[in-house]
């Protein structure tokens, strides 16, 4: 497993990737009775593949997610050739339209949350941002003054800028303000370093102590790091934002299926309702297909255009 975190960090892999892989790997070994991989070759990928299909009876992207992470397995560490895999049973994937709270809704929700997780909701919903990419926002991505946030190695990789509402820039400046007072305070003792992707870390070695490259939304702790024996400064975990978001949707009486990611979908719907063309929160939301965001103009126009047929109905 050590060297599928090797060949996943090589190739730049997210850790969420990376994690994925390690988990679907292991549950591929398990079910093969700890066979290793090379002994049992690529045949043993359709019957674990299948067998979440028809055992298991998990979804199409969590059936594709484990054949990727095989596939990875077999082509990328252990340099086998898979060939074609026949047999396969594939789960068919459903077109499923996401939440979009109303702005009402939104504001109402928003209302019932307060201090950090506040401030977080309100980036997320204003700004588009994923969850991870809010958690992981440095002081060095902010630009306050200009209204833009600088998103870093996003989903996939990329890098894109979008908007930061005026709204929030004095709640992000006293934010920044309080990320500075703790930092001077971690490095009076001894600590005041923050985790830098990469290599960046040994090119550039005192850029890990410098405000700029410390987390907007910190962790409550100092982790002492294994490697370097620096204490550490994370960021903050997502849980803390996804809680307060399910317990305010709860407070605000709203009756939808809704997660914190909900916000990032309202974000977009909303946007093109008030008019903005769809190429341009294809940009603000970093997708690489113009396909991924035309289904906003499902949830958006679709509906509003369609006038119930019980309206036209002449019932005096």
């Known amino acids: 497993m050590d060297l599928v975190s090797v060949v996943c960090r090589r190739r730049h892999l997210s850790r969420r990737t990376e994690q994925a892989y390690r988990f679907w790997i292991r549950s591929y070994i398990h079910f093969h009775h700890r066979q290793h991989p090379r002994v049992l070759g690529p045949n043993g990928i359709v019957a674990f593949i299948n067998h979440l299909a028809t055992a298991r009876s998990v979804a199409a992207s969590t059936q594709s997610q484990a054949l990727n992470a095989l596939l990875f397995l077999y082509r990328d560490v252990l340099e086998m050739e898979v060939g074609h895999l026949g047999g396969l049973r594939r789960v068919q994937r459903r077109d499923r339209l996401p939440v979009v709270l109303t702005m009402d809704e939104v504001s109402a929700v928003l209302a019932q949350m307060d201090g950090i997780p506040g401030l977080m909701a309100h980036l997320l919903y204003g700004s588009g941002l994923r969850v991870t990419e809010c958690m992981t926002l440095r002081i060095k991505d902010l630009d306050p003054q200009a209204g833009l946030i600088h998103v870093r190695a996003g989903k996939g990789g990329k890098d894109r800028t979008t908007v930061l509402p005026s709204r929030l820039q004095q ?77 305010a949707l709860a407070e605000a009486q709203i009756a939808k299926h809704a997660s914190v990611h909900t916000l990032r979908h309202s974000f977009a719907t909303h946007l093109l309702a008030a008019g903005t063309d769809i190429r341009t929160i294809q940009l603000l939301l970093g997708h690489r297909n113009l396909k991924t965001t035309m289904i906003y103009t499902h949830v958006e126009q679709a509906v509003r255009k369609t006038v119930s047929p019980l309206d036209r109905l002449n019932m005096n």
């Open 171 to 247: 709640a992000i400046q006293r934010q920044l303000l309080r990320v500075a007072g703790l930092h001077r305070q971690d490095i009076a003792r001894g600590a005041g370093f923050a985790p830098l992707p990469d290599a960046l870390s040994r090119k550039y070695p005192s850029a890990s102590q410098s405000l700029a490259w410390q987390f907007v939304f910190p962790s409550r702790v100092v982790r002492t790091c294994p490697q370097t024996g620096r204490r550490l400064r994370w960021h903050a975990s997502e849980s803390g934002v996804q809680m307060a978001f399910k317990a």
